[in-house]
């Protein structure tokens, strides 16, 4: 285990943002866990955690130290027709999709090619096209910087909700993630119930899609709509769809009655973000180094040069302007730092 000053971070996330690290650790075992948070070092400096940097956007140099979670390892184990999968948090999480998929394990096929590591599924509840990772969790484990103990969640300790979990809240900044374990099945119930997926399958002439055939057609989905990091700097959504209650909605709809929606818990309705910001004109919108993705207005890009900071402020300004003509309050799903 080293740490190591003044490291840049361009490589370790998606936005390709230009900043440095004041000091820089790689853990990829639960040993080098225990050493990190034994050395002074941890103690005088502020902590960040850093996994496939998909869901962050860094204003500034990183005063402190980051530490890149790169623990690795899959094992399986079946519980009759089920089959319990435990990845090391630093698994690429699309690696595991497809890994998942070509053994004939359901569950994962609708979050193929979702950017990120193992380890920060359960933070953000990821889900894609009608599934979360709340449908699919068995437990992780976690280090809890506090005392070096290593604990286990289930999925009531997790408190899921929409793109959060108890991580995100009560449990922020006091738990790393170390594995995860996810309940698949060994018997296909595919979820083809989101629009895309069928007219897809549709097109394409499959009308009993196994789970290989559901994977296929959601990358293809994503790729047509979303922009690859490895070509053009992103995070994927960068906003969350918001959720309203049902007066706002009616509000709205009596105003745009087109408006996309989808039910959510207790009554309330889920607008699309992509649909809110397309309509005020951004898509595709170019703006100095920034401006949203051609295909998809929910997504920000660096087109080579963007500050962390120009991303941001375009990011203002997309909110002040749905926010203006809809009523409706934007949230950012990546974390900015």
Known sequence: MSFISNYSLKNLNTFGIDVNAKLYADVSTEADLEEVFGSPLIKENKLLVLGGGSNMLFTKDYDGLVLKISIKGIQVTQQGDDVLVTAGAGEVWDTLVKYCV???????????????????????????YGVEIKDVFESCTAFEIATGQIKTFNKADCEFGYRESVFKGKLKGKYIITSVTYRLSNIPNVQTHYGAINAELERRGIAEPTIADVSEVVAAIRVSKLPDPSTIGNA????????????????????????????????????????????????????????????????????????????????ERIIETVQHKFGVLLEREVNTF
């Open 102 to 128: 070509a053994q004939g394990y359901a569950g994962l096929e609708n979050l193929t090619l979702i950017p990120g590591t193992v380890g920060a599924s359960p933070i953000q509840n990821i889900g894609a």
């Open 236 to 315: 994927g959504s960068f906003f969350k769809n918001p959720i309203v209650d049902q007066p706002v909605f009616e509000k709205l709809l009596s105003r745009f009655p087109d408006t996309p929606h989808y039910p959510a818990p207790d009554g309330r309705v889920k607008l699309a973000a992509g649909w809110l910001i397309e309509q005020c004109g951004f898509k595709g919108l170019v703006d100095g180094h920034t401006g949203t993705w051609k295909n998809q207005a929910l997504v920000l890009v660096n087109h080579g040069g963007a500050t962390g900071q120009e991303v941001y402020r375009f990011s």
